[in-house]
């Protein structure tokens, strides 16, 4: 199923002291959050909605949406990507390089990482000096469903 | 050939609307030639095409109806069978246009019952029978012609039609009258017709929302002016800021449509009505040529259909009790738009019998809407506006004994939805009319622009009524009752509450609403107040939805970005309506009850919301709604299941579910129904089968429940339906449920008495309560709160119920002041009397608080502050 040289590329960002990796298709752009406007009684993973261009983007604190809570600075950045017509901008500390990386190299997730993260992570790189947590960007946007069903 | 086809029969369609009116409208004016030249015409058209594309039965019943026409035409009186008869032609020839549509061909069958009757009638009206001497003036040889294949039914032969031909006078008599200027107007507007071209309604919304950007970047670039001084900008953008104005409302006009499409369809209702029914009924129409938004029009069709069966139906007398009335015989409905504002009303008026205040009364008192106290304080209008209530009344009932309002709650739930208002005027034997206000489009709207707690919001204007500045010394007062804020407005008072409050966001200190301002609002029937920290202005804004992950918020309707780039939210009166839990009928309880004396209103039981559902089994069960959070419908494969137990992720959290008993299934796919009950920051949720209903009814246990999790049963809406007793379910979802908050709360756990004389009541509140950290010992009269206080029981605080037999909770309380143990004891009322006056009797008595009974939050708030305080004390 797998492309044939089988390298997958990611863009790759800190948050909260973790290391995290997003297929690069699935990225739209990445901005900085100017000027959001919180909104009253949303999930608490939801960090406010912000005008982009003309269009309303919702912004996911990922820090919260991932249960870390390293690092204590504003994120000042924002992954913009699109689900379903909409568009999203998840919350992180800095962004890094871009990297190519070879899918048969992805690990599982290991049994005891924490829930929080294992339900929107896809497997683990091991990278030279560090780990890179694979996210999938529909799982990480699956906020709040039970409510939203209504 | 498939476009060829639709166009058809989207073309003919039309037509045909068109003829529907105006042979209604030559059938009252039989002399008007223009009316049926115009009808001859289109129905010729339609026959034409017909046979192009190969439609040999709407061909044929085409024609026999033209035949018919042509009758009228060459001056034969139309009869009310003659039109009847077209009439069901063109339903006929509608049905058949459908099954085109949907098939791509004529459907199978045959028409020679109207064909037959058509041909028979025309021949029966030939005008050289009725015309004793028609001029003849044929002049030259008929030709022998043969037509090659049998006459379709319907069909005239070759020779008649050269006889008919020869037979028709060269001009219409009636003809001449018209000036040759009309003549050529009407060729002008039939050009301009042509110049028209068909764009689907997907492409003009497309560019609506296109233009809605520009707008915003249009207003984003004009702030950007207005800060900067430089000047180099400032024409090319003011030029930018006028095309786009311009471009703008173009666009709107593309959306644009008279109502007159919406009432097209309406003259002949009102005709078969008026034949149905024997009545003579006469349809006005003024302001046909008023515009709004197709959106809109859409949306509004149905319900002013309904109306005006209504009104035809029930409104108007039979001639002759008109006739015993002293009216004129035929019945007249009439019907204006007219634009105001960003709205446009329209009105429908009958100049019937009125509404029939006396049915309406008894009515609302056999469905439990009103109690006959409070029906006494009530004005006649008030009363009418029962017809909108949900479910008021079902069609087969009210018409038997002839009454009004048949689904007037539909229609009002209709005009609702699009942020529209109703109203009724009614004058015994005069008529009635209802008054509809509607946004003119959707997409773009008027609102107020509001601050709380530091941030902006809007406030759709259609909702808003007026602003109120309150202070303290003015005639707009507001009046407290602890947390629950009511605003006396001349001689109203309206629940009032503060935006950021209600949004969760309030910094404590901040309570104050006198410092505010009250936007004063209204959806439906009820009016509030919503408290703001600041106005700004009006703006017009374009709706844009909320994103899905925020979308179940119901205080909003959706967001919007403002001319300096931020977005903020809409809100949405509905949701701050429910917000606030004033039902309708609360809403009449608080009027009644404002309106009443003490004594009066005492006695006046109330009614609580119950949410019906089942579970298990088809018995219905009911929980009061205040103790329910949230009612979700969560897609069962969400569903988890973690040793043992089903869990659901919830908000960022793992909630447990919990069955009612062994016989409820938790479902493994589609959706599956739940009741959330949250405590603080812990929710969990009861699996049902299906939730039911919401009713608002009294509440009599009549039988004591001895099964765990059943308070016991009760009739609700007439029928058995056993309460659920949530204190037990509880802790069942999380063991250390009641045992949590005992750590959170003090030291030493504060005890209530809480005293009621309802079971009901104290067995509802004490698990609340309890879960709330206070130990809690009932007492079910006052007499009984005495003897526990004198008995040395322990006793913090009290809370009492005022409706009480025998001693009532202002004696209770007067009591206790006299007695040396209850003199300091803080007593917090509670009440679904929420007047001035009783207001003032508590204080006067020494109550600490007021609370309204069914505010739950409110309560725990209250005692929460009150043992503080004692523990300060």
Same mark, same amino acid.
């Given at each position: 199923?797998?492309?044939?040289?089988?390298?997958?590329?990611?863009?790759?960002?800190?948050?909260? +002291? @973790?290391?995290? /990796?997003?297929? &690069?298709?699935?990225?739209?752009? $990445?901005?900085?959050?100017?000027?959001?406007? !919180?909104? #009253?009684?949303?999930?608490?993973?939801?960090?406010?909605?912000?005008?982009?261009?003309?269009?309303?983007?919702?912004?996911?604190?990922?820090?919260?949406?991932?249960?870390?809570?390293?690092?204590?600075?504003?994120?000042?950045?924002?992954?913009?990507?699109?689900?379903? +017509? @909409?568009?999203? /901008?998840?919350? &992180?500390?800095?962004?890094?390089? $871009?990297?190519?990386?070879?899918?048969?190299? !992805?690990? #599982?997730?290991?049994?005891?990482?924490?829930?929080?993260?294992?339900?929107?992570?896809?497997?683990?790189?091991?990278?030279?000096?560090?780990?890179?947590?694979?996210?999938?960007?529909?799982?990480?946007?699956?906020?709040?469903?039970?409510?939203?069903?209504? | 050939?498939?476009?060829?086809?639709?166009?058809?029969?989207?073309?003919?369609?039309?037509?045909?609307?068109?003829?529907?009116?105006?042979?209604?409208?030559?059938?009252?004016?039989?002399?008007?030639?223009?009316?049926?030249?115009?009808?001859?015409?289109?129905?010729?058209?339609?026959?034409?095409?017909?046979?192009?594309?190969?439609?040999?039965?709407?061909?044929?019943?085409?024609?026999?109806?033209?035949?018919?026409?042509?009758?009228?035409?060459?001056?034969?009186?139309?009869?009310?069978?003659?039109?009847?008869?077209?009439?069901?032609?063109?339903?006929?020839?509608?049905?058949?246009?459908?099954?085109?549509?949907?098939?791509?061909?004529?459907?199978?069958?045959?028409?020679?019952?109207?064909?037959?009757?058509?041909?028979?009638?025309?021949?029966?009206?030939?005008?050289?029978?009725?015309?004793?001497?028609?001029?003849?003036?044929?002049?030259?040889?008929?030709?022998?012609?043969?037509?090659?294949?049998?006459?379709?039914?319907?069909?005239?032969?070759?020779?008649?039609?050269?006889?008919?031909?020869?037979?028709?006078?060269?001009?219409?008599?009636?003809?001449?009258?018209?000036?040759?200027?009309?003549?050529?107007?009407?060729?002008?507007?039939?050009?301009?017709?042509?110049?028209?071209?068909?764009?689907?309604?997907?492409?003009?919304?497309?560019?609506?929302?296109?233009?809605?950007?520009?707008?915003?970047?249009?207003?984003?670039?004009?702030?950007?002016?207005?800060?900067?001084?430089?000047?180099?900008?400032?024409?090319?953008?003011?030029?930018?800021?006028?095309?786009?104005?311009?471009?703008?409302?173009?666009?709107?006009?593309?959306?644009?449509?008279?109502?007159?499409?919406?009432?097209?369809?309406?003259?002949?209702?009102?005709?078969?009505?008026?034949?149905?029914?024997?009545?003579?009924?006469?349809?006005?129409?003024?302001?046909?040529?008023?515009?709004?938004?197709?959106?809109?029009?859409?949306?509004?069709?149905?319900?002013?259909?309904?109306?005006?069966?209504?009104?035809?139906?029930?409104?108007?007398?039979?001639?002759?009790?008109?006739?015993?009335?002293?009216?004129?015989?035929?019945?007249?409905?009439?019907?204006?738009?007219?634009?105001?504002?960003?709205?446009?009303?329209?009105?429908?008026?009958?100049?019937?019998?009125?509404?029939?205040?006396?049915?309406?009364?008894?009515?609302?008192?056999?469905?439990?809407?009103?109690?006959?106290?409070?029906?006494?304080?009530?004005?006649?209008?008030?009363?009418?506006?029962?017809?909108?209530?949900?479910?008021?009344?079902?069609?087969?009932?009210?018409?038997?004994?002839?009454?009004?309002?048949?689904?007037?709650?539909?229609?009002?739930?209709?005009?609702?939805?699009?942020?529209?208002?109703?109203?009724?005027?009614?004058?015994?034997?005069?008529?009635?009319?209802?008054?509809?206000?509607?946004?003119?489009?959707?997409?773009?709207?008027?609102?107020?622009?509001?601050?709380?707690?530091?941030?902006?919001?809007?406030?759709?204007?259609?909702?808003?009524?007026?602003?109120?500045?309150?202070?303290?010394?003015?005639?707009?007062?507001?009046?407290?009752?602890?947390?629950?804020?009511?605003?006396?407005?001349?001689?109203?008072?309206?629940?009032?509450?503060?935006?950021?409050?209600?949004?969760?966001?309030?910094?404590?200190?901040?309570?104050?609403?006198?410092?505010?301002?009250?936007?004063?609002?209204?959806?439906?029937?009820?009016?509030?107040?919503?408290?703001?920290?600041?106005?700004?202005?009006?703006?017009?804004?374009?709706?844009?939805?909320?994103?899905?992950?925020?979308?179940?918020?119901?205080?909003?309707?959706?967001?919007?970005?403002?001319?300096?780039?931020?977005?903020?939210?809409?809100?949405?009166?509905?949701?701050?309506?429910?917000?606030?839990?004033?039902?309708?009928?609360?809403?009449?309880?608080?009027?009644?009850?404002?309106?009443?004396?003490?004594?009066?209103?005492?006695?006046?039981?109330?009614?609580?919301?119950?949410?019906?559902?089942?579970?298990?089994?088809?018995?219905?069960?009911?929980?009061?709604?205040?103790?329910?959070?949230?009612?979700?419908?969560?897609?069962?494969?969400?569903?988890?299941?973690?040793?043992?137990?089903?869990?659901?992720?919830?908000?960022?959290?793992?909630?447990?579910?919990?069955?009612?008993?062994?016989?409820?299934?938790?479902?493994?796919?589609?959706?599956?129904?739940?009741?959330?009950?949250?405590?603080?920051?812990?929710?969990?949720?009861?699996?049902?089968?299906?939730?039911?209903?919401?009713?608002?009814?009294?509440?009599?246990?009549?039988?004591?429940?001895?099964?765990?999790?059943?308070?016991?049963?009760?009739?609700?809406?007439?029928?058995?339906?056993?309460?659920?007793?949530?204190?037990?379910?509880?802790?069942?979802?999380?063991?250390?449920?009641?045992?949590?908050?005992?750590?959170?709360?003090?030291?030493?756990?504060?005890?209530?008495?809480?005293?009621?004389?309802?079971?009901?009541?104290?067995?509802?509140?004490?698990?609340?309560?309890?879960?709330?950290?206070?130990?809690?010992?009932?007492?079910?009269?006052?007499?009984?709160?005495?003897?526990?206080?004198?008995?040395?029981?322990?006793?913090?605080?009290?809370?009492?119920?005022?409706?009480?037999?025998?001693?009532?909770?202002?004696?209770?309380?007067?009591?206790?002041?006299?007695?040396?143990?209850?003199?300091?004891?803080?007593?917090?009322?509670?009440?679904?009397?929420?007047?001035?006056?009783?207001?003032?009797?508590?204080?006067?008595?020494?109550?600490?608080?007021?609370?309204?009974?069914?505010?739950?939050?409110?309560?725990?708030?209250?005692?929460?502050?009150?043992?503080?305080?004692?523990?300060?004390?």
């Amino acid at each position: 199923m797998s492309e044939a040289a089988n390298l997958r590329e990611y863009v790759t960002a800190e948050i909260g +002291g @973790e290391l995290i /990796g997003m297929p &690069i298709l699935r990225v739209q752009d $990445v901005f900085i959050p100017e000027g959001p406007t !919180r909104v #009253p009684l949303a999930p608490p993973e939801i960090a406010g909605v912000l005008n982009l261009r003309g269009r309303i983007v919702t912004l996911v604190d990922m820090r919260r949406r991932l249960g870390l809570s390293g690092g204590s600075d504003k994120s000042s950045l924002a992954i913009g990507v699109e689900l379903r +017509g @909409e568009s999203y /901008g998840l919350l &992180i500390d800095a962004i890094g390089e $871009v990297l190519k990386l070879d899918e048969d190299a !992805r690990e #599982p997730n290991p049994v005891n990482l924490d829930p929080r993260l294992a339900r929107v992570s896809t497997g683990i790189h091991r990278l030279n000096d560090r780990l890179l947590l694979v996210l999938d960007v529909d799982r990480v946007l699956d906020i709040g469903s039970a409510s939203m069903a209504a | 050939m498939d476009d060829l086809l639709r166009e058809f029969v989207t073309e003919t369609n039309e037509s045909l609307d068109v003829v529907d009116v105006e042979l209604v409208r030559f059938e009252r004016e039989p002399a008007n030639a223009t009316i049926i030249n115009n009808v001859f015409r289109l129905v010729h058209t339609i026959k034409g095409t017909c046979g192009f594309l190969g439609l040999p039965r709407l061909e044929a019943l085409a024609h026999a109806a033209e035949a018919l026409m042509g009758r009228f035409r060459d001056g034969v009186p139309a009869t009310t069978d003659a039109v009847t008869l077209i009439l069901a032609s063109i339903d006929r020839i509608k049905q058949i246009l459908e099954s085109l549509e949907n098939e791509q061909r004529e459907p199978a069958g045959a028409d020679d019952d109207l064909i037959s009757g058509l041909t028979h009638m025309a021949a029966s009206l030939d005008p050289k029978k009725q015309q004793a001497a028609p001029p003849q003036q044929s002049v030259g040889t008929l030709v022998e012609q043969v037509l090659e294949r049998p006459l379709l039914p319907g069909e005239d032969s070759l020779d008649d039609l050269e006889r008919a031909f020869r037979a028709t006078p060269v001009e219409a008599p009636q003809r001449r009258v018209k000036s040759p200027l009309a003549d050529a107007a009407k060729d002008d507007a039939e050009r301009n017709g042509n110049q028209s071209i068909r764009v689907s309604v997907d492409t003009l919304e497309k560019l609506m929302t296109m233009v809605s950007e520009l707008v915003l970047t249009r207003n984003q670039l004009l702030e950007i002016g207005r800060r900067h001084e430089e000047s180099e900008f400032k024409t090319p953008l003011q030029r930018l800021s006028n095309v786009t104005a311009e471009l703008q409302e173009g666009v709107m006009k593309t959306r644009m449509q008279p109502i007159g499409n919406a009432w097209q369809k309406l003259p002949r209702i009102v005709r078969d009505l008026s034949q149905e029914l024997g009545k003579h009924i006469d349809l006005e129409m003024q302001g046909a040529e008023t515009e709004l938004d197709r959106q809109v029009l859409d949306l509004i069709k149905d319900p002013l259909t309904h109306m005006l069966r209504n009104s035809a139906d029930h409104g108007l007398e039979t001639p002759q009790e008109r006739r015993a009335a002293g009216k004129p015989e035929r019945g007249r409905i009439r019907l204006c738009a007219w634009h105001e504002g960003g709205f446009i009303v329209i009105q429908i008026a009958d100049d019937g019998r009125g509404l029939n205040t006396e049915r309406i009364k008894a009515k609302a008192l056999a469905q439990g809407l009103v109690t006959e106290a409070e029906l006494d304080k009530l004005t006649e209008q008030q009363i009418h506006k029962f017809i909108f209530a949900p479910g008021f009344s079902t069609a087969a009932e009210v018409t038997s004994i002839s009454g009004r309002g048949v689904g007037m709650d539909v229609v009002r739930t209709n005009i609702d939805q699009i942020g529209g208002t109703i109203d009724v005027r009614s004058v015994p034997g005069v008529g009635v009319s209802f008054t509809v206000k509607i946004p003119l489009t959707l997409a773009i709207v008027s609102a107020l622009i509001v601050e709380a707690a530091g941030d902006r919001y809007a406030i759709p204007q259609l909702a808003v009524i007026e602003l109120v500045r309150a202070h303290g010394g003015s005639e707009h007062r507001i009046e407290r009752i602890k947390d629950t804020a009511v605003l006396r407005l001349r001689d109203k008072l309206l629940p009032v509450a503060r935006l950021s409050r209600l949004l969760g966001i309030a910094p404590a200190a901040s309570e104050n609403v006198e410092q505010g301002f009250i936007v004063v609002t209204q959806v439906g029937a009820q009016t509030f107040g919503i408290v703001v920290d600041a106005v700004f202005h009006t703006e017009e804004i374009v709706v844009k939805p909320m994103s899905s992950k925020l979308r179940h918020i119901a205080l909003f309707c959706g967001n919007t970005i403002l001319g300096d780039g931020s977005v903020i939210m809409i809100i949405d009166p509905n949701g701050i309506a429910q917000a606030l839990g004033t039902t309708a009928a609360a809403q009449l309880q608080l009027q009644a009850a404002a309106a009443a004396d003490a004594e009066a209103s005492a006695s006046a039981e109330q009614a609580t919301s119950l949410l019906l559902f089942r579970a298990g089994s088809t018995q219905p069960k009911a929980v009061p709604l205040s103790l329910v959070t949230r009612l979700e419908e969560v897609d069962a494969r969400k569903i988890e299941l973690s040793n043992g137990r089903h869990m659901i992720q919830y908000r960022g959290q793992l909630m447990p579910l919990v069955r009612m008993d062994t016989n409820v299934n938790v479902r493994s796919e589609g959706a599956q129904p739940l009741l959330v009950f949250s405590d603080g920051t812990r929710s969990m949720a009861l699996v049902v089968d299906e939730i039911v209903d919401i009713v608002e009814d009294r509440l009599d246990i009549e039988v004591a429940g001895g099964v765990d999790g059943l308070l016991g049963s009760a009739i609700v809406k007439g029928q058995a339906t056993e309460i659920v007793d949530i204190g037990h379910f509880l802790p069942i979802a999380f063991e250390d449920w009641f045992r949590r908050k005992e750590q959170a709360a003090a030291p030493r756990r504060r005890a209530v008495l809480l005293v009621d004389d309802s079971p009901f009541f104290r067995n509802m509140l004490a698990p609340v309560l309890q879960a709330a950290g206070f130990d809690v010992t009932t007492a079910g009269s006052g007499a009984e709160a005495l003897a526990h206080v004198d008995g040395g029981g322990a006793a913090d605080i009290v809370i009492t119920d005022i409706e009480m037999p025998e001693m009532d909770g202002f004696a209770l309380t007067q009591a206790l002041r006299k007695h040396p143990r209850g003199a300091e004891l803080p007593v917090i009322g509670l009440s679904s009397i929420v007047s001035p006056e009783a207001i003032a009797r508590g204080r006067e008595v020494g109550f600490h608080d007021y609370v309204a009974k069914f505010d739950r939050q409110g309560l725990i708030a209250a005692l929460k502050e009150q043992s503080e305080f004692g523990r300060a004390a």
